[in-house]
């Protein structure tokens, strides 16, 4: 069972950067995809970004791509989202996720049902 625990959220200014770092523990050899998600008050649980943990090959949501990085540290078993250029409307709680099995289609790769191990979320505030 893999367990994850996200840290670094906080409060910015619009224009600001963030580092969002999610530890992962257990059941290393099954994580296959890793993703953030953010849900905001009121709103659905959006995908932001996705990895394929083998080749480093990632997705991003079009509302992030440019600002947000998605990126792993093997040695470290951390997930990371590097965050610039932040605005108001990035305002939520994010959320990353694991995915224990080998495929999934690439249209669903931010598709918050297709994730089955998630952390507790870490509260990033974006002031204008």
């Known amino acids: 069972q893999v367990q994850l625990v996200e840290s670094g959220g906080g409060s910015v200014q619009a224009g600001g950067s963030l580092r969002l770092s999610c530890a992962a523990s257990g059941g290393i050899d099954s994580r296959f995809f890793m993703a953030w998600f953010r849900q905001a008050p009121g709103k659905g649980r959006e995908g932001v970004a996705a990895?394929?943990?083998?080749?480093?090959?990632?997705y991003y949501a079009d509302s992030v791509k440019g600002r947000f990085t998605i990126f792993q540290d093997n040695a470290k078993n951390t997930l990371y989202l590097q965050m610039h250029s932040l605005k108001p409307d990035d305002t939520a709680m994010y959320y990353c996720?694991?995915?224990?099995?080998?495929?999934?289609?690439?249209?669903?790769?931010?598709?918050?049902?297709?994730?089955?191990?998630w952390g507790q979320g870490t509260q990033v505030t974006v002031s204008s």
């Open positions: 990895i394929t943990t083998s080749t480093d090959t990632t």
């Open positions: 996720a694991a995915r224990s099995t080998r495929t999934v289609k690439t249209t669903q790769i931010l598709s918050p049902d297709q994730y089955t191990n």
